[in-house]
């Protein structure tokens, strides 16, 4: 049973902060790592997706990847209230279906 | 509009019936996926079709549920006999190769 979790929130930061996402899955063949971002009553709006250890930055936005740790993470800089949602975390293998977390929700306060 | 779309938006029916959602995905993409969602937790993966071939269906999905994706285009969801637990966000994405998937706005089912 492939799993990915993540910490279900709410996780709360003050306007300007850092917030920081984390995520880990329990498949070490996955090789694609996606975060989303869904507003309450929408879909699931893609923000940055990883595929090799390391950080990819952009904007406001830094997705970090260690694999050896099974851990992906999201940070984003200078927060805004606008930010405020559900963060979710999707893992892929080749040719394999997408398994999604649990989201953490995230509030930022201003 | 070139984004995954979704039809009907909301759908709100007796328990017993049976109900059809369409998706139409990106039209370079070759993958389809249908997921459901429900409060508080993340998307669940139903099924997905590579062009007209459903490559793989969730082992929770019960035989009420059926996809097709006849033509490697748009693709169907039905449920039939719906029951109080099928009430959930069902939502389709498509993709291209080993790029992200992109969703639609999702039909929102409702049991009575």
């Known amino acids: 049973q492939k799993e990915v979790e993540q910490n279900s929130g709410p996780l709360s930061v003050p306007e300007g902060a850092i917030a920081s996402l984390n995520c880990t899955y329990s498949?070490?063949?996955?090789?694609?790592f996606f975060w989303y971002r869904q507003y309450s009553g929408k879909s699931p709006e893609l923000i940055m997706f990883?595929?090799?250890?390391g950080d990819k930055e952009d904007g406001r936005f830094t997705a970090q990847l260690n694999k050896a740790s099974q851990y992906v993470s999201l940070l984003i800089r200078d927060s805004q209230p606008s930010d405020s949602a559900t963060y979710l975390c999707a893992v892929n293998s080749r040719g394999q279906n997408f398994v999604f977390g649990p989201g953490t929700r995230l509030s930022v306060l201003p | 509009d070139t984004g995954v779309s979704q039809d009907p938006r909301h759908k709100i029916t007796k328990r017993g019936q049976n109900v059809t959602f369409r998706c139409d995905p990106i039209?370079?993409?070759?993958?389809l996926y249908w997921y459901r969602q429900t409060l508080g937790q993340g998307p669940e993966f139903l099924t997905y079709?590579?062009?007209?071939?459903?490559?793989?269906k969730s082992r929770l999905l019960s035989d009420r549920f059926s996809a097709e994706r006849p033509k490697g285009s748009f693709s169907t969801l039905e449920i039939q006999r719906t029951e109080q637990g099928d009430s959930a966000m069902y939502l389709c994405?498509?993709?291209?190769?080993?790029?992200?998937?992109?969703f639609g706005d999702g039909t929102r089912l409702s049991i009575l």
């Open positions: 990883i595929y090799s250890n």
């Open positions: 498949d070490r063949g996955s090789q694609s």
């Open positions: 039209s370079e993409h070759n993958r």
């Open positions: 994405a498509s993709q291209q190769g080993n790029q992200p998937q992109h």
């Open positions: 079709f590579q062009n007209e071939a459903q490559l793989e």
